[in-house]
Nanobody
Framework: QVQLQESGGGSVQSGGSLRLSCVAS????????KGWFRRAPGKDREGVAA???????SYADSVKGRFTISEDSAKNIVYLQMNSLKPEDTAMYYC?????????????????????WGQGTQVTVSS
């Protein structure tokens, strides 16, 4: 059974940085394509960043230039480095993953393409 465990959330002031981590375990059949999503109170879930199984990444316009997704494939860990944080970045952040072939190439941020989800980690940015 695949499990995703996020960590690294917390409370920071506007302009600060956080790095989220997500460890994937239990998948024995090759690479997992991964993404980060967030949901703020009263808002729809948003695909923040994704990295496909070949290392190609994509970002939501709202975080381009501030957030960076990366991974340690050997350890099956995906990271989200978040810099220049803004109050509007406040949300619960979720890691998601799917096997190759389930997700469109190029780092898809379509939530429906992801099979496995973590429990989330809260990020709060104060002004």
């Amino acid at each position: 059974q695949v499990q995703l465990q996020e960590s690294g959330g917390g409370s920071v002031q506007s302009g600060g940085s956080l790095r989220l981590s997500c460890v994937a375990s239990g998948y024995k059949y090759g690479s997992l394509c991964k993404g980060w999503f967030r949901r703020a109170p009263g808002k729809d879930r948003e695909g923040v960043a994704a990295i496909d199984c070949d290392g190609v990444s994509s970002y939501a316009d709202s975080v381009k230039g501030r957030f960076t997704i990366s991974e340690d494939s050997a350890k099956n860990i995906v990271y989200l480095q978040m810099n220049s944080l803004k109050p509007e970045d406040t949300a619960m952040y979720y890691c998601a993953a799917s096997p190759r072939g389930w997700v469109r190439p190029g780092g898809s941020r379509g939530a429906h393409e992801y099979e496995y989800w973590g429990q989330g980690t809260q990020v709060t940015v104060s002004s």
